[in-house]
T-cell receptor, first 114, second 112 residues
Framework: GAGVSQSPSNKVTEKGKDVELRCDPI?????LYWYRQRLGQGLEFLIY????????KSGLPSDRFSAERTGESVSTLTIQRTQQEDSAVYLC????????????FGSGTRLTVV | TQLLEQSPQFLSIQEGENLTVYCNSS?????LQWYRQEPGEGPVLLVTVVTGGEVKKLKRLTFQFGDARKDSSLHITAAQPGDTGLYLC????????????FGDGTTLTVKP
């Protein structure tokens, strides 16, 4: 596609439920990134994919968070047993080869855990 | 851990004024990016600088990469209300496998 697409754009969930967030990167971009942004703050790195492999999962806050990527395309970020502190905007970005910076971001998924 | 510190955190100015925001680190980066983010949207890439001392201009915005590739500045001339937003710097390095580290941003408000 022309840009990075994320869905849903907004998600309200009850504490304890599982959620799945989807990212469609730009076609042909081998590198894909997930970041989290709390209100009024900068971006917190979660995980990075090169192709379908995740060489860096260091930013995942706990084992309730997981992500996968298939077909060197779509990625899904799953949060199990959501907690209120998971409330944030989850941003996905892609880049052509991941060697240098310069990402194209999606508009994000705003997750609210009530 | 590579950290980027941005200053000031908040900046509110009148239309027509000039301003500079800073991005500093103790780490060396192979490249540094500046993004602008508006409410409800993801960050949009403004510029990438890769060479120490490099200066890039984008209309009224001037970006400079420090000689040692540890810091950068963004200067806006004659700011306009459309410049309002969150400005983020991000640094990438081979040591970090190309993963960018983001600063916490500068929130700029330009009043008409």
């Amino acid at each position: 596609g022309a840009g990075v697409s994320q869905s849903p754009s907004n998600k309200v969930t009850e504490k304890g439920k599982d959620v799945e967030l989807r990212c469609d990167p730009i076609s042909g971009h081998t590198a894909l990134y997930w970041y989290r942004q709390r209100l009024g703050q900068g971006l917190e790195f979660l995980i990075y994919f090169q192709g379908n492999s995740a060489p860096d999962k260091s930013g995942l806050p706990s084992d309730r968070f997981s992500a996968e990527r298939t077909g060197e395309s779509v990625s899904t970020l799953t949060i199990q047993r959501t907690q209120q502190e998971d409330s944030a905007v989850y941003l996905c970005a892609s880049s052509l080869d991941g060697r240098t910076g310069g990402y194209t971001f999606g508009s994000g998924t705003r997750l609210t855990v009530v | 851990t590579q950290l980027l510190e941005q200053s000031p955190q908040f900046l509110s100015i009148q239309e027509g004024e000039n301003l500079t925001v800073y991005c500093n680190s103790s780490s060396v980066f192979s490249s540094l990016q500046w993004y602008r983010q508006e409410p409800g949207e993801g960050p949009v890439l403004l510029v990438t600088v890769v060479t120490g001392g490099e200066v890039k201009k984008l209309k009224r915005l001037t970006f400079q990469f420090g000689d040692a590739r540890k810091d950068s500045s963004l200067h806006i001339t004659a700011a306009q209300p459309g410049d309002t937003g969150l400005y983020l710097c991000a640094g990438a390095s081979e040591a970090n496998a190309g993963k960018s580290t983001f600063g916490d941003g500068t929130t700029l408000t330009v009043k008409p």
